[in-house]
């Protein structure tokens, strides 16, 4: 069932992280709310299999991307294509994200790294392309 309180109708809607967990529910609370949906990450398996289902159930289009948010051209290009396919963006949700091991005490260094680059510099370069 359609609601219809805040009305997103005519809008795009880019969410990050939409192959699973909270970025999979932004998308589909941002097609409840009439919105057409980019649907970007990692797994494109994923994002077309969810993509499908979400625009069968809310009857919007759903455009899955795959993107690495720790590759700027790889950002930039899912930015332009998104573009390029619905001609704007409207909303950007950043849900994008990986774990880490843990306990951040067994950590290394590139373990780090690697959670920082894409949970906070992958969030900032999708963040930069998207204004």
């Known amino acids: 069932m359609k609601n219809n309180i805040f009305d997103l109708s005519g809008q795009v809607a880019l969410v990050a992280g939409g192959s699973s967990g909270l970025g999979l529910q932004f998308a589909r609370a941002m097609a409840n709310a009439g919105a ?39 950002v930039t290009a899912c930015v332009k294509d998104v573009v390029a396919h619905f001609g704007k963006i409207d909303i950007l949700v950043n849900a994008g994200g990986v774990g ?26 999708l963040c930069r392309e998207v204004a």
Do not use: C
């Open 36 to 74: 057409n949906v980019a649907l970007v990450a990692r797994r494109m398996d994923l994002l077309e299999e969810n993509a499908k289902a979400i625009s069968a159930e809310f009857g919007v289009e759903v455009y899955p991307h795959r993107i690495d948010l720790r590759d700027s051209e790889s």
């Open 100 to 125: 880490g091991s843990g306990d951040p005490a067994l950590m290394t260094d590139e373990q780090w790294y690697y959670v920082v680059d894409t949970d906070l510099t992958g969030l900032f370069r």
